[in-house]
């Protein structure tokens, strides 16, 4: 109590003084700025070839006043360099001419599309609405590689590489320099229906081999903005904004096969061989906004997961890599709560399939989605997506009677998702909403029904308001949630890890079994200062009622939380005698639950520094201290939370500058319990020759838990018999053990160019765990750090003499003590996961934004349990060899997608 009401007041103090600052605050002054003139193509035309020999490159004004920002900021540059704009009807060229001592020395690494890398580049950014706020980024490095982003805050690190438009540029080298020469087509960019044209500009040389990052306009390092602070592209003229059109279809086969596989199975003989046919719809409508759709969507080519094994209650949420889904997702973002998680479109079913053998769809199928992105001319930002996944089958045969049955695993589901977001203010300050809506088709009296909501609704709203061109702000927001359904699956969503309201002592919430609705509310404020000469502070509050609930179209790891931080740093950006620059930062951090029980409290100290040879590193050391876990008994009363200590410490040779990278770093940990936990993990890469790359990552963790909870005696009636022996924790007794655990793994790449636009590439991961359990007991009573090896009734818990990490309770005559089931062991049984994952794909950009992959994906998996005499055992690097003789399967598959601008 005394740490939530320190954390109330020194928030108010906190707010008081920020308001006070920003009262006094001195806007960025709006000084002249700096501009260039595109020049208009006439019947010369363009030879895209980087040579920059055309004729209108003879007349066009090539702008030079280029400074340095890193290493020596505001100094002039090692070499010289010149920049044009022109253009015709259909596209705007920018052409480049990078001045170099050594021509011949460059670098000319081939890369990954999107891939920065380590050979020396020209980046062009473009303002197209003039908001100061927003930014296209085209870059090119001496070897041709192309890469892009979008930028939709004014935040030079706040950066969307999902953007993929089509475009085309070509690098060309001479004695004195390297050339660049850009066609974006004006069908790929946003901007407004005017006569003229103003757009915001600027240009960047970034030289990895010395660390030098030049530009045109450049922001001072301690100072906050990004598109504001851009120069003015005049000139452009009579352009009409693209009435686009494009069309996308694809073609894909794939085929699995795999070894492993019963003969008895009607279902499997081995082999699975497919084809598809669908594709992807660009239409624009107006000047500002397109939309985007998608018929029967093939992600064969995306790269599989990382392998995990999550001993938690808590869903674990992977990153989206699917094009259609990760292009423009930063406008579904909104403040303070996750309200949209794409991968819940065409997830797993969730349904459960009957039969001794079985055949179901990883996923479910989406028939067809759309989205409708852009940006008005008023400021304002919107986003909608739908999206329709099929109702799934799975078939099941059952041998008692040679009978093969269907049963329903998904219902058909619509989800929905709108954002609107307003930009008003001369600092672009912005307040918006958001709206999300999951529909699933069935009726009371279908299963799923009891265990899918029938619907969900979710939906915010924000504010962010800047001050002093965005050196301070204060961001709000509010957010609320609905979840329909039968009584059977409310019941579920409140048992659920993210609210537990079965809790006995949890007096605050109301477990009601005949609810067939949950409603639940968020909100949250915080503010800081972003950027200063040295000092930077921030704070901020938030809180998710506990009905709050997520999990239908966004994400949620628990609710019912109250939340305060605050932090304070201290920069420096100017080079020293030891430094180039370093900063140091301290936070506070505190929790409650709705039930005033305080959850968790500390604090931590952190640094990074980069020194005079460009090497980074950075360091850290966190104390959490005591409190109280009301979820670690997974529904079960309030218990202790160890306080504890966590250190940790990096370091790397300056990645960008290497074609040799490396760097490692490494965390270790206690607590007051005798758990540990420490890890380390290396990153290799390396460059042989300017066309295959390699890397690395090996990874090791070693821990020991003392509070892994392990089962739940007391349930239910086939458990009556352990009743007494939980008095003391309302009737039932709550397990924990310890756990030792082991995680290698080791991630590799390994990518080679044959040109820009071809390119074979290999990712591989390797991976085990395991895990041993024991000195199991049980939880003495409530809020109890301890455990007990004795229950109320006199009776003894004792791990299982097999050794296996399970335990037995035993009687006060020491006889083993079973369940209606006969069961007498009970808990979790030591394990060892193996598994090996990989991808091979040939990529091959046959014809600007046409494509054509060739994919080879391998799964295998397998695993020890407690019948073999090494499940458990730590874990070495040298038995991620063993996952090489999992298991599993081969995954081969040919797509081609031909883009089709028809207008």
Known sequence: MFMRGLFRVAFALFVAGLVGLISHAQPLGDGPRKEIRASKINSEGIKLDGKLDDAIWARAQFVNGFLQKEPDQGEQPSDSMEVAVTYDEAAVYIGARMYSKNPGALRQHLDRRDSQGPAEQFIVMLDTYLDRRTAYVFGVNTAGVRFERYHAQDNEFSRDYSFNPVWEARTSLDEKSWTAEMRIPFSQLRFTDK???????????????????????????????????????????????????????????????????????????GSNITSRLGGDLKVGLGPNLTLESTFN??????????????????????????????????????????????????????????????????????????????R?????????????????????????????????????????????????????????????????????NDPLADILRKRAYSGGGDFK????????????????????????VIRSAQESSARYFQRPDADYV????????????????????WSGKHWLFGGGFSAESPEFELNDAGTLGSADDIDYWGWVGYQETNPGKIFRRYSIFTNWDAGSNFGNVNTYSGWNVNGSMTWKNFWNSWWGIDRDNRGVSDSRTRGGPDVGKESGWTVWLGVDNGFFRNTFKYGISGLAANDELGGYLYNFSINLSTRVGNRLSLSARPFYQREEQPRQ?????????????????????????????????????????????????????????????????????????ERSLDLTQTGTDGTMIIDNPNGDGTFQVLDSSGALIADADGNTSFGSANFTSLSFRSNLVMRWEFFPGSTAFLVWQRNLSGGLTDNNARAGRNARFGNLFDSFSGEGSDFFALKIAYWIPVS
């Open 465 to 488: 308001l800047r001050f002093a061109g965005g050196k301070y702000d204060i961001v709000g927001n509010v957010g609320f949630s609905h979840i329909e359904g039968t009584p059977e």
């Open 510 to 529: 109301n477990f009601d079994p005949t609810r067939t609705s949950l409603t639940g509310y968020k909100l949250g404020l915080r503010g800081g200062k």
């Open 709 to 781: 909870y392990v089962a739940t005696l007391g349930d239910d009636a086939s458990e009556a018999m352990f009743v007494a022996g939980g008095a003391n924790t309302f009737g039932r007794r709550y397990f924990f053990s310890r756990i030792a655990r082991s995680t290698i793994s080791m991630r590799i790449r390994a990518n080679y160019f044959f040109t820009p636009d071809l390119s074979l590439e290999l990712y591989a991961e390797p991976f085990i765990s395991n895990g041993r359990f024991f000195e199991n007991g049980q939880t003495p009573f």
């Open 297 to 374: 969507p093939d992600f064969g080519q995306v790269e599989a997961d990382a392998a995990e094994v999550n001993l938690s209650a808590f869903e674990t949420f992977f990153p989206e890599r699917r094009a259609f889904f990760t292009e423009g997702s930063q406008l579904f973002n909104a403040e303070g709560a996750r309200y949209f998680y794409s991968r819940r479109i065409g997830a797993r079913p969730h349904g459960e399939s009957v039969g001794d053998f079985v055949s179901r769809p990883n996923n479910t199928t989406i028939l067809g989605a759309a989205k409708l992105t852009g």
């Open 195 to 269: 006569e003229k044209q103003v757009w915001g500009v600027n240009f960047n040389r970034w030289i990895p081999a010395d660390n030098e990052d030049v530009f045109w306009v450049y922001v001072p390092r301690e100072e906050s903005g990004y598109s504001s602070r851009f120069g003015n592209l005049v000139g452009i003229e009579n352009v009409k904004p693209s009435r686009r059109l494009e069309l996308l279809p694809y073609l894909a086969s794939d085929g699995s096969f795999t070894g492993d596989y019963d003969v008895a199975d009607p279902f499997n003989d």
């Open 376 to 444: 008005l001319s008023s400021g304002l930002s919107l986003g909608v997506l739908a999206a329709v996944t099929d109702q799934e089958f799975s078939k099941g045969f059952i041998s008692a009677n040679n009978s093969t049955v269907e049963t329903k695993i998904e219902p058909r589901t619509f989800f929905g998702v709108t954002r609107l977001q307003k930009e008003f203010g001369k600092d672009a300050s912005t307040v918006g909403i958001i709206l999300t809506a999951v529909e699933r088709d069935f009726d009371e």
